[in-house]
């Protein structure tokens, strides 16, 4: 007599394989939860009735208190914020990856003690999977929410007083290396940076590139000018640096909008660029093409990094462990070099 097998239960991840859904969306449809359009709830109910799946009493309890929702979380508070490129494009990116996992997005600005507030009783009351948090300085009480709440949550670049363990960041210290570089290489020698925010990540780490490739060259790195990343900081800190340094022969500014007011700012003080200044921004904006003369800058794969920390959010929710990533970065050359 031959003993009888035991009946393997089908799977989750076999059900969302069989329908091309992400095993999220999979689970949605078995707990009956919205969010989830007509054509992928059918395809899924099809791999249901196929595969002869039965859900997992235990598993559907917990599934059943997924919101369907993720909340990008920006520590600004001004509404320009959403007409700045960089982040218009971060929004772009997150929100496909989004759409494609169906889930849908919060924006929440939250510089202010209120607007923390707010986004910790969003926290608190679950109305969301995970959190993505940008653009956070150093101190910025937004932090502690990786640590404070069982909710998966991402940063998108990582803040200066806090080492995060799940994050999606850009090469900057690589970037700015290659932007000073090339302007050495173009035979600048008196090379001087427009850097950002120094208390945040980004800032430092691009002026820390500048720093590196200034003293491998066995030269001496100028003291930074500091801009908080718009046109008119960048014109401003240019100003100052030609009055410190009115030698200077290369500019690295540490974005492209910095970069363009450098540009007016050079202009206005009778130089030529690049014949007595080379320019060098930092992001590959529309803003650089449309520049006079043409900006060289620095590429960072803005959209992706939206991207990029939608899908490591819906890893850490489906359970899954990913890793930190680094995107990389790759200069463009134009007029202004």
């Known amino acids: 007599m031959t003993e009888e097998l035991p009946h393997r239960h089908v799977t989750l991840d076999e059900v969302a394989a069989q329908a091309g859904v992400s095993r999220s969306v999979a689970s949605r449809v078995i707990n009956d939860a919205p969010h989830v359009s007509r054509a992928k709830r059918e395809a899924v109910e099809r791999a249901i009735r196929k595969l002869g799946f039965v859900p997992n009493p235990k598993a559907r309890a917990l599934a059943t208190r997924q919101a369907g929702a993720a909340a990008l979380v920006i520590s600004r508070d001004d509404p320009e914020v959403l007409a700045d490129p960089f982040f218009a494009q971060v929004i772009v990116g997150v929100s496909s990856a989004l759409e494609e996992a169906d889930l849908h997005m919060m924006l929440c600005l939250s510089a202010t003690p209120r607007g923390r507030e707010r986004v910790e009783q969003l926290v608190r009351s679950r109305v969301v999977d995970g959190v993505m948090l940008m653009a956070l300085h150093e101190g910025d009480p937004l ?35 290659d932007a000073t570089d090339h302007l050495l290489a173009r035979g600048r020698s008196r090379v001087v940076t427009v850097c950002g925010p120094r208390d945040t990540e980004v800032g430092e780490s691009r002026y820390r590139g500048y720093r590196e490739a200034m003293l491998l060259a066995g030269l001496t790195p100028r003291p930074p000018e500091q801009g908080d990343f718009s046109d008119e900081s960048g014109a401003a800190a240019m100003e ?9 022969d290369g500019v690295f500014a540490a974005n492209d909008n910095m970069a363009a007011g450098a540009l007016r ?47 490591m959010l819906v890893g850490l929710i489906a359970g ?17 070099t």
């Open 143 to 177: 932090a502690r929410l990786a640590t404070e709440t069982r909710l998966p949550v991402v940063f998108g670049g990582r803040p200066t007083d806090v080492e995060p363990r799940w994050y999606v960041d850009i090469d900057n210290v690589g970037g700015a290396r």
């Open 320 to 336: 899954r462990e990913p890793s930190p990533l680094i995107l990389p970065t790759h200069l463009v050359k134009r007029a202004s």
């Open 265 to 311: 700012a050079l202009r206005a003080a009778g130089r030529s660029v690049p014949g007595d200044v080379a320019v060098v921004g930092f992001d590959d904006l529309a803003v650089a093409q449309l520049a006079e003369p043409a900006l060289t800058t620095v590429h960072q794969p803005i959209r992706d990094l939206g991207r990029e920390m939608v899908r």
């Open 240 to 248: 100052r640096l030609l009055r410190a340094h009115p030698d200077l």
